[in-house]
């Protein structure tokens, strides 16, 4: 039976101006389309309280935060299809990111491709020791499509990015705080250190929401490439060279993928 938004993404009141949005879809957290519009109800919501200052993301799954695009929707997709799920991941993070709230994402499990681009688009990241972040898009043939070649660059400087995303390596919890991917690391739960950052800046007693706003759009007034370079290169990689459809269906298979 089809998911339903509300049921893979919950939302709730945690303190005064904070929020905690949670994603919940087993086995991974795979971003599927029901999560994604999970994920734009939870901002609707946000808007129209009208009083959110801080926004947390977060999982409910151990051990995973989001394990990316969710592939194994991808296997049967189609080329209107691709596009309609490429505009939808990338709408989430853009929307994030631009959100008149400071967005949180507390990691304590893997945040790869998909997954770590949603947790770059968000203004901080919280992690506990078990966050392992990545964009291994490259492993099946895709790139990072919903803003990590972008925002991963702008986080960590140009050579660890692309060390990264070119290795496909997952980055553990304390190196990627050292280099400034993650900018607070817990060694207890997440959540409550996720929360205590978030107090700290949506005090009632606490700087002008605007104000907020404003210096977080001075600190990424960054232009990005064009959202469509990203689409050109996974058309081609997907409809025209094949590396994409080889890397999907190995993935689903359970193999390892067989690149030309
Ligand atoms: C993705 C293709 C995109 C094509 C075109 C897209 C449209 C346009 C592009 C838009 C922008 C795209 C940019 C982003 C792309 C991506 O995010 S690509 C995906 C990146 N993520 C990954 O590559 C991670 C894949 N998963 C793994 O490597 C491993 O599963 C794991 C997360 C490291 C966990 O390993 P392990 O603990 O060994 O458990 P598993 O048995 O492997 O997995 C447990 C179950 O979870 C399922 N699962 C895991 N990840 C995904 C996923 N990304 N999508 C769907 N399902 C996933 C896995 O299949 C297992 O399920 P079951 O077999 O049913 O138990």
Redesign the pocket.
């Known amino acids: 039976m089809a998911e339903k938004p509300d049921e893979v993404v919950t939302w709730e009141n945690a303190a005064p101006g904070v929020v905690v949005v949670t994603m919940a879809r087993p086995?991974?957290n795979?971003?599927g389309v029901a999560l994604l519009d999970g994920l734009h109800s939870a901002m609707d919501a946000a808007e129209k309280a009208g009083d959110v200052k801080v926004m947390i993301v977060t999982s409910a799954l151990p051990?995973?935060f989001a394990?990316?695009?969710?592939?194994?929707?991808?296997d049967t997709?189609d080329a209107a299809s691709?596009?309609e799920?490429?505009d939808k991941?990338?709408s989430v993070n853009d929307r994030l990111a631009a959100a008149p709230w400071i967005s949180i994402a507390a990691v304590d499990g893997?945040a790869?491709?998909?997954?770590l681009?949603l947790a770059m688009a968000a203004t901080l990241r919280v992690s506990g020791r078990n966050g392992r972040f990545?964009?291994?898009?490259v492993?099946?043939g895709?790139?990072?499509?919903?803003g990590?070649t972008q925002r991963l660059p702008r986080l960590v400087g140009r050579g660890r990015a692309l060390d990264i995303m070119l290795t496909a390596r997952?980055v553990p919890a304390d190196e990627a705080f050292r280099i400034g991917l993650v900018d607070r690391l817990t060694d207890g739960d997440v959540l409550p250190a996720a929360l205590d950052f978030a107090g700290q800046m949506a005090g009632a007693s606490l700087p002008a929401q605007l104000a907020v706003v404003r210096t977080v759009d001075a600190a990424f007034d960054q232009p990005f490439v064009d959202g469509a370079e990203?689409?050109v290169a996974?058309e081609q990689?997907?409809f025209e060279d094949g590396e994409?459809a080889e890397?999907?269906t190995a993935?689903?298979e359970?193999r390892p993928p067989r690149f030309a």
């Not at 394990?67 to 991808?74: P, S, V, Y």
């Open positions: 086995p991974a795979a971003l051990g995973f394990a990316g695009a969710d592939i194994k929707h991808l997709i691709f596009t799920y490429g991941m990338r893997l790869l491709g998909g997954g681009e990545g964009l291994p898009e492993k099946i895709l790139i990072p499509g919903a990590g997952q990203y689409e996974q990689s997907l994409a890397g999907i993935f689903v359970k």
